[in-house]
């Protein structure tokens, strides 16, 4: 069993992103080397990368640090970070998607929970950009083959707007409005407990996790290998033993959101990275139809100038399974 985590980050295979793959070790996989049984798992990924991806840290055993020779015992948590894949060719895909807006230089996409954006080591197929070039083929700007009319991203497990520019100068223009911050993102988080006030911010810098390669972790300012982050939220609705929140971040580092949120106390529901464990709702019978599957975190809105002039708006629809967990018609709020 095995789950796919996006993530973003420079690595030693050049300045791809990479993406982080989560696997339980199997009974049939005890005493196999570790090395030999992660090629196994990882499409394209040979041996002698995942040696070197071991012996640089970014793989780990139940939160420790193996060596490549590692012996398998059998429900070890195994993480360990690829490089995004950059072929020649990525492969087009009949995969369906939500279209919020369409026009001659930017579409705009309502990604679903679980849809991992770029192919990976490992991960190939059925991601978004996949389902992009299946719809739109070639005609979409490649400054890299990888990431086709690409903007930014989301985590594979968030939901909402994705934006992709069709042209080549919408792509630089665009990229250059998120790099200068004249975009405003707004996100649907669902979060454990009821905070006391109704605004709240955290200005903590983000940097990498000291011991778990799967997490970023909250710092403080100018600590090494940090970068500065801040978010904003405002409480929309508290039930009992969670809360509704509007998520306004101003920067964009990996994870941000979910870090800061879980350094306040209060972590995304369902978070499997950093929520705790006795947090509803970790914790629901598999049977439940009414749990969730996954982190409660919904990219709802996206304002930004538009290549040709102006301004928009663009909102992605609360998806189903967040929406059983607040109040019918919950919108934004104005600013």
């Not at 807006?101 to 190939?124: L, Q, R, S, T, Y």
């Not at 989301?154 to 911050?181: C, H, N, Y």
């Not at 709702?281 to 996954?294: E, G, Q, S, T, V």
């Amino acid at each position: 069993m095995f789950t796919t985590l996006s993530a973003s980050c420079a690595g030693p295979c050049g300045h791809n992103p990479w993406v982080l793959h989560e696997f339980t070790v199997p009974d049939d996989a005890v005493g196999e080397r570790l090395d030999v049984w992660l090629e196994s798992q990882l499409e394209g990924c040979t041996r002698s990368l995942i040696a070197r991806l071991i012996k640089d840290g970014h793989c780990s055993v139940t939160g420790g640090s193996p060596k490549a020779g590692y012996f398998l015992r059998g429900e070890e948590t195994v993480a360990i970070e690829v490089p995004e894949l950059e072929p020649m060719v990525i492969e087009a895909e009949d995969i369906p998607l939500t279209v919020l807006h369409e026009d001659e230089e930017i579409i705009v996409i309502d990604k679903p929970a679980g849809m991992v954006v770029h192919p990976a080591i490992g991960n190939p197929r059925g991601t978004l950009v996949n389902a992009l070039l299946g719809r739109y083929g070639k005609h979409l700007p490649s400054g890299e083959a990888w990431r086709p009319g690409l903007v930014h991203r989301l985590d594979a497990f968030t939901s909402g707007v994705i934006l992709v520019a069709r042209t080549a100068p919408a792509l630089v223009f665009l990229q250059e409005a998120f790099k200068t911050r004249d975009v405003q993102k707004r996100y649907l988080a669902l979060c454990a407990g009821r905070p006391r006030a109704d605004f709240m911010e955290c200005s903590k810098w983000i940097g990498r996790h000291h011991s778990d390669i799967r997490k970023r972790a909250a710092h403080e300012p100018d600590a090494v290998g940090a970068k500065e982050a801040y978010t904003s939220f405002v409480v929309l609705e508290r039930h009992d033993g969670y809360s509704a929140l509007e998520a306004r971040p101003r920067t964009g580092r990996t994870h941000q959101i979910r870090v800061h949120l879980a350094s306040m106390g209060h972590a995304v529901l369902a978070d499997a990275v950093y929520g705790r464990s006795g947090q509803w709702p970790l914790n629901a019978p598999a049977d439940d139809p009414n749990a969730l599957r996954r982190q409660g975190l919904h990219a709802w809105t996206l304002d930004v100038p538009h290549p040709s002039g102006g301004r928009r708006q663009f909102m992605a629809p609360v998806p189903a399974d967040i929406q059983r967990f607040v109040a019918p018609g919950i919108a934004p709020r104005p600013r």
